[in-house]
């Protein structure tokens, strides 16, 4: 495999403010290695260039770092896929509870065998559609933290996260740069569902200078 601990994954960090280990970066090295592995038996990721994995997905979902209000508590990646951002940020906060929720068996599959290969305590793979889950008590007003990368419109995403997330629990929604459209639809969304608008964050990726935003909602403590 092409170039270990690559120095664009550390200098990106960098600019992020993100202090990384040796440790951390081997774990993101082996992350790498077994997404290109499992990304040719089935469709993971989209692959353009070696970055696209570094800049687009790791560096991409630690953006959500300084959003996470209860770093020892539970999070909730809703529409998971290949990981993202649940494992990435698993990997900097090492005391963080994560739950990946992802319906596809085939996806399920490869975040249960990455979750191996990295050997993190407190990650867990949940294999099952929201709509299924929403009926398990076990999962109700547990979570502090629910988060999902550009998996859902927002609306749908307030309505689906509200009922797993514990009162004052935060919605992190990771989206790309043209949202307003989607603000605007979310209001009766987000009024109907006890949630709460509580900030939206512009920032640009490293290297790529990629535009995104990331909308954070707090589940009403009434």
């Known amino acids: 495999m092409e170039n270990r601990q690559p120095d664009i994954l550390l200098s990106a960090a960098t600019e992020l403010g993100i202090s990384l280990s040796d440790e951390d970066l081997n774990l993101f090295n082996i992350y790498y290695e077994e997404l ?14 070696p ?5 687009k997905h790791f560096i991409d979902s630690l953006t959500a770092l300084p959003c996470i209000a209860a770093p020892e508590g539970k999070l909730l990646d809703i529409g998971s896929g290949a990981g993202f951002p649940g494992i990435p940020l698993k990997i900097i906060l090492k005391s963080l509870n994560v739950y990946l929720l992802d319906s596809s068996r085939k996806r399920a599959s ?3 065998h990455v979750c191996r290969c990295l050997k993190l305590d407190g990650i867990h793979v949940v294999n099952s559609r929201v709509e299924e889950l929403v009926k398990n008590h ?7 933290g629910v988060i999902s990368r550009a998996a859902f419109k927002l609306p749908e995403l307030l309505s689906m996260s509200a009922p797993f997330l514990t009162g004052g629990g935060t919605l992190i929604a990771m989206k790309g740069k043209d949202i307003a459209h989607e603000l605007t639809e979310s209001r009766e969304a987000a009024k109907t569902s006890g949630m709460i608008f509580s900030g939206l964050h512009d920032l640009k990726l490293p290297v790529t ?13 009434s």
């Open 110 to 112: 490869f975040l249960k």
């Open 209 to 221: 200078k990629d535009n995104r935003k990331i909308v954070i909602y707090k589940r009403d403590l």
């Open 51 to 55: 970055q696209d994995i570094w800049i």
């Open 36 to 49: 290109l592995k499992w990304n040719e038996k089935i469709n993971l990721v989209s692959v353009k260039s």
């Open 138 to 144: 076990h999962y109700l007003n547990t979570f502090d």
